[in-house]
């Protein structure tokens, strides 16, 4: 069971995906304005947010830039009726780990939900413990804490999760649509998401994120992760 925020303005909407939380086993509670959301998560941190985009005062992007901030490890799943590419690229970049337009399947956003709080729930015993290392990059797969040069990295869940994933296959080349499939566990989607993911990634563990030399772009096929010499 999670304690779940849902942020969101629309009357209907709220009610249905937190009744949907609810019956899924999940503790639910809502709010209906950024600054209210902001305040919640201050106060007491739940353990995912489901984030509409537009919202009175304080918008979506603005709210998940603050929590990006604050509390870089908490899962944010936004929820808007903005379906052109460029809008959900944008929610992906400022660091949403999913995606859910409107209109929507309640069961899909569950799904969605559920998917990311496995990830963030995901905990290994210590004989399966192990440590990930690219260079300067370290991963810890039990604690799930990545760090550079001994330093923390800011990393969201589904970066951790990319950047783990690619530490485990070094010099292996991967299709978005197989990086969607092992890293997100979906068989459909925007493949835009790995690419707004891998960008993301590159910005906090690249020395220089615009000649990127650890995670490689592999023209017509993917990305791969080169360890260094």
């Known amino acids: 069971m ?3 925020l849902v942020v969101e303005d629309d009357d209907t909407v709220a009610n ?3 009744g949907y939380l609810q019956r899924n086993g999940h503790t639910a509670a809502r709010v209906a304005d950024g600054q209210a959301a902001l305040d919640a998560i201050a106060t007491a941190p739940p353990d995912l947010v489901v984030l509409d985009l537009m919202l009175p005062g304080v918008d979506g992007l603005e709210v998940c830039r603050q929590v990006r901030k604050d509390l870089p490890n908490l899962p944010v799943v936004m929820l808007t009726a903005l379906s052109e590419p460029d809008d959900r690229i944008v929610g992906l970049e400022v660091g949403a780990d999913d995606y859910v337009t409107k209109p ?3 069961r899909e956003l569950i799904l969605r939900i559920e998917s990311v709080l496995r990830r963030t729930a995901a905990q290994q015993t ?4 192990s440590t990930l290392t690219a260079g300067a990059i370290t991963v810890d797969t039990a604690a799930r804490r990545a760090t550079k040069h001994g330093q923390e990295l800011a990393l969201t869940v589904r970066e951790l ?4 994933f690619l530490l485990a296959h070094p010099g292996q080349a991967f ?3 197989q990086l969607m499939k092992e890293v997100w566990g979906w068989t459909f989607g925007d493949q835009s998401t790995v690419t707004v993911h891998v960008r993301r990634l590159r910005e906090k563990v690249e020395d220089d994120p615009t000649n990127p030399t650890l995670i490689q772009t592999v023209w017509g096929i993917g ?3 080169e360890i260094p010499a």
Do not use: G, I
């Not at 210590?126 to 413990?129: D, E, H, L, M, S």
């Not at 999760?161 to 783990?164: A, E, K, R, V």
């Open 161 to 164: 999760d990319l950047l783990s």
């Open 126 to 129: 210590p004989a399966q413990r």
């Open 104 to 106: 929507f399947s309640p």
């Open 223 to 225: 990305y791969r992760l």
């Open 175 to 177: 299709s978005r649509e």
């Open 16 to 18: 249905v995906v937190v």
């Open 2 to 4: 999670a304690q779940v």
